[in-house]
């Protein structure tokens, strides 16, 4: 059962204007859920930095190794999976509106899609702007894969979730996975993101199995910053990926890296997320980081 939260506003109105927050549903998600077996990836960082990119690659990664892998988007703008099905796919809440959220009508072909190499695509999409919760589009999503079966042959599940944590609701996945792993740029904004990440992912560990994974440096030729940071509060560099035409044409013509035209630099980033693929199937130690206070990160990060 999903329990809505009071929200902390006062219950007595002074005028008839309605409260700023008003009408907005916070959730608590069922403890009880779970996705079962699966090995369970969430993937985070900052807004634009490339994590549907990343997710999306890495999904494919997985199943070149013979994994079966449902990648699920957490993201109103429902594009996550985009390279992977070539199309926008309708959203989780999109269908349960079509039905008056009775979920009970939906069919699996409703709201699951397979993508290229036989990756599994979902996307949970968003409450409306200014209204609603994350966590609950996350966990009736969730609720939905297991009422309908589709996690009980599942191997991995990569969840790629909305930009910066800025609530407990986006930070919902982590209830579900087993290793968060952070998306960052050698850059002071894409670091800062990735040290608020570091403290959700901090708070959710305290109730849940999830661990820090390691950092996945995207569009970056160097990473004398990120390892600057990492060495500070704890963190390790799993996997780096240049800023690459190749990359951003991939989105362009709605493929997968795997599906463009050869090259050897093509070929070197395909490897890179194969083996990221493997070292995350066979395991990874969690890793236990401080984050840092925001002033601290001014005084650290710059180039000398």
Same mark, same amino acid.
């Given at each position: 059962?999903?329990?809505?939260?009071?929200? !902390?506003?006062?219950?007595?109105?002074?005028?008839?204007?309605?409260?700023?927050?008003?009408?907005?549903?916070?959730?608590?998600?069922?403890?009880?859920?779970?996705?079962?077996?699966?090995?369970?990836?969430?993937?985070?960082?900052?807004?634009?930095?490339? $994590?549907?990119?990343?997710?999306?690659?890495?999904?494919?990664?997985?199943?070149?190794?013979?994994?079966?892998?449902?990648?699920?988007?957490c993201?109103?703008?429902? %594009?996550?999976?985009?390279?992977?099905?070539? $199309?926008?796919?309708?959203?989780?809440? %999109?269908?349960?509106?079509?039905? *008056?959220?009775?979920?009970?009508?939906?069919?699996?072909?409703?709201?699951?899609?397979?993508? =290229?190499?036989?990756?599994?695509?979902?996307?949970?999409?968003?409450?409306?702007?200014?209204?609603?919760?994350g966590? =609950?589009?996350?966990?009736?999503?969730?609720?939905?894969?297991?009422?309908?079966?589709?996690?009980?042959?599942? *191997?991995?599940?990569?969840?790629?979730? +909305?930009?910066?944590?800025v609530?407990?609701?986006?930070?919902?996945?982590?209830?579900?996975?087993?290793?968060?792993?952070?998306?960052?740029?050698?850059?002071?904004?894409?670091i800062?993101?990735?040290?608020?990440?570091?403290?959700?992912?901090?708070?959710k560990? $305290?109730? =849940?199995?999830?661990?820090?994974?390691?950092?996945?440096a995207?569009?970056?030729?160097?990473? *004398?910053?990120?390892d600057?940071?990492?060495?500070?509060?704890?963190? $390790?560099?799993?996997?780096?990926?240049?800023?690459?035409?190749?990359?951003?044409?991939?989105?362009?013509?709605?493929?997968?890296?795997?599906?463009?035209?050869?090259?050897?630099?093509?070929e070197?980033?395909?490897?890179? =997320? +194969?083996?990221?693929?493997?070292?995350?199937?066979?395991?990874?130690? !969690?890793?236990?980081?401080?984050?840092?206070? *925001?002033?601290?990160?001014?005084?650290?990060?710059?180039?000398?």
């Amino acid at each position: 059962m999903i329990e809505s939260i009071p929200l !902390p506003f006062p219950s007595v109105r002074t005028d008839s204007r309605r409260l700023d927050g008003e009408g907005s549903l916070q959730v608590q998600l069922d403890p009880n859920l779970k996705i079962g077996t699966a090995k369970v990836f969430a993937i985070y960082g900052k807004g634009g930095i490339g $994590k549907s990119t990343t997710s999306s690659n890495l999904s494919v990664a997985f199943s070149k190794l013979g994994k079966r892998v449902l990648q699920i988007g957490c993201d109103p703008k429902h %594009d996550s999976t985009f390279t992977l099905t070539k $199309k926008l796919m309708p959203t989780v809440i %999109d269908v349960l509106e079509t039905v *008056d959220f009775h979920a009970e009508e939906l069919r699996v072909e409703d709201f699951v899609f397979e993508g =290229y190499n036989g990756v599994m695509c979902v996307e949970a999409g968003g409450p409306p702007a200014g209204t609603g919760c994350g966590g =609950y589009v996350v966990g009736q999503t969730v609720k939905l894969l297991k009422e309908h079966h589709l996690l009980d042959e599942t *191997d991995v599940v990569i969840f790629d979730v +909305l930009g910066d944590v800025v609530c407990g609701g986006f930070a919902a996945p982590l209830q579900h996975a087993d290793r968060a792993l952070i998306v960052t740029a050698n850059d002071f904004d894409s670091i800062f993101a990735m040290n608020r990440i570091v403290q959700a992912i901090g708070a959710k560990a $305290k109730n =849940y199995n999830v661990r820090l994974g390691g950092v996945i440096a995207n569009r970056s030729a160097a990473t *004398d910053q990120i390892d600057k940071f990492n060495d500070r509060i704890g963190l $390790k560099l799993m996997a780096q990926f240049p800023d690459l035409d190749v990359i951003r044409r991939s989105r362009l013509k709605k493929a997968t890296l795997f599906e463009m035209e050869w090259s050897p630099e093509l070929e070197a980033v395909q490897n890179e =997320y +194969l083996r990221l693929a493997a070292q995350l199937w066979a395991g990874t130690d !969690p890793l236990i980081a401080t984050a840092m206070k *925001d002033r601290d990160i001014f005084d650290l990060l710059g180039f000398d």
